[in-house]
């Protein structure tokens, strides 16, 4: 099975948060080689980002985040390339929703991949929970496998 996940999920394989235990089970499935993992290329900016955050707000330090971003490397998440096809797609798809063309994307590259697309963002998962592909990250110990 193919998934695309938000930058929400794989943040939450480092940083303990709600649903980091769900997270986690979506991490082991993918080590077991259970299901294939993709996201869009950007979300190493976004993964990035977000670890910055973390340090700002000094729940994690600067060395902790600095190790997370080197194990994030070591994770063979299957990194897809954002096309303008895919950009024009999200943004005529967030008008749609009233998202961002960001989360859109997203979307739209799991639609592209016939992949499921898993969210830990509510406020995301609310306004697109209605998309058959769409999976909220606590549900995925059931409707996953």
Same mark, same amino acid.
């Given at each position: 099975m193919n998934v695309v996940i938000d930058v929400n999920v794989a943040v939450k394989w480092y940083v303990p948060e709600d649903f980091s235990d769900d997270a986690m089970f979506l991490l082991e499935?993918? =080590?077991?080689k259970?299901?294939?993992v993709y996201?869009? *290329?950007?979300?190493k900016a976004e993964f990035a980002n977000a670890i910055r955050k973390y *340090?700002?707000? =000094?729940? @994690?330090?600067? +060395?902790?985040a +600095?190790? @997370?971003l080197s194990e994030i490397k070591t994770i063979p998440i299957n990194y897809c390339n954002i096309t303008w096809k895919i950009i024009i797609d999200a943004f005529e798809y967030a008008f749609k929703k009233s998202i961002t063309v960001y989360d859109a994307i997203y979307v739209i590259l799991a639609k592209n991949l016939s992949a499921k697309f898993i969210t830990a963002d509510k406020r995301l998962y609310s306004a697109i929970s209605k998309e058959p592909e769409v999976l909220f990250i606590a549900d995925v110990k059931t409707k996953i496998m």
């Open positions: 499935l993918f =080590k077991n259970q299901i294939n996201a869009p *290329v950007t979300m *340090v700002i707000r =000094k729940i @994690i330090s600067r +060395e902790i +600095e190790e @997370i």
